[in-house]
Antibody, heavy 118, light 108 residues
Framework: QVQLVQSGPELKKPGASVKVSCRAS????????ITWVRQAPGQGLEWMGW????????NYAQKLQGRVTMTTDTSASTAYMELRSLKSDDTAVYFC???????????WGQGTLVTVSS | EIVLTQSPGTLSLSPGEGATLSCRAS???????LAWYQQRPGQSPRLLIY???SRASGIPDRFSGSGSGTDFTLAISRLEPEDFAVYYC?????????FGQGTRLEIK
């Protein structure tokens, strides 16, 4: 069955960077995109962007442009999301999900809590 | 950017009752580009309905979706205890993809 397993929780100081991983199994990694969505405490879902598992093209939310980079390691069936210059309002649970920016999201990772605090 | 507005914000019902959740889009959305997700406390979102009336694998037929254009509805009949959760609509036909703010379904 399709499974997305994310890396563990992170505690970062303001101004630092964080890199979250998402290891996929149960399907052909290059046939699907990976979308990243975040959820601040007590809030709704925010679309961050997506990356193609096929050609590694990425598309980011405008508000995160310049601070976020999404990459993949096809040999490891793993997607990565790096967020730089962290601020306190980047504190959130970060989810990866299978699907491109033009598709529904049919499988989700378990989420990674990123806490930004001095 | 298409804004999705869900109503009501919170819905208080009892097990066994039926629920109707609304998702209204600021611009027309293709029927095939709208999905609903359920998020239980402490869990990841789970795909429920797409297309907008097809159920995802394993989703009971108590859940149904309908709508077109700018108005979409998720209906849940005979509420079970595990149905009390937050529900999000999601459009992915227009870039950027967007989510509604969610409807919280709580036990009355």
């Amino acid at each position: 069955q399709v499974q997305l397993v994310q890396s563990g929780p992170e505690l970062k100081k303001p101004g630092a960077s964080v890199k979250v991983s998402c290891r996929a199994s149960g399907y052909t990694f290059t046939s699907f995109g990976i979308t990243w969505v975040r959820q601040a405490p007590g809030q709704g879902l925010e679309w961050m962007g997506w990356i193609s598992g096929y050609n590694r093209n990425a598309n980011y939310a405008q508000k995160l442009q310049g601070r976020v980079t999404m990459t993949t390691d096809t040999s490891a069936s793993t997607a990565y999301m790096e967020l730089r210059s962290l601020k306190s309002d980047d504190t959130a649970v970060y989810f990866c999900a299978r699907g491109s920016g033009y598709e529904l999201l049919d499988s989700w990772g378990q989420g990674t809590l990123v806490t930004v605090s001095s | 950017e298409i804004v999705l507005t869900q109503s009501p914000g919170t819905l208080s019902l009892s097990p066994g009752e039926g629920a109707t959740l609304s998702c209204r889009a600021s611009q027309s959305v293709s029927r095939s580009d709208l999905a609903w997700y359920q998020q239980r406390p402490g869990q990841s979102p789970r795909l429920l309905i797409y297309g907008p009336s097809s159920r995802a694998s394993g989703i009971p037929d108590r859940f149904s979706g309908s709508g077109s254009g700018t108005d979409f509805t998720l209906a849940i009949s005979r509420l079970e205890p595990e149905d009390f959760a937050v529900y999000y609509c999601h459009q992915f036909g227009s870039s950027p993809p967007t989510f509604g703010q969610g409807t919280r379904l709580e036990i009355k």
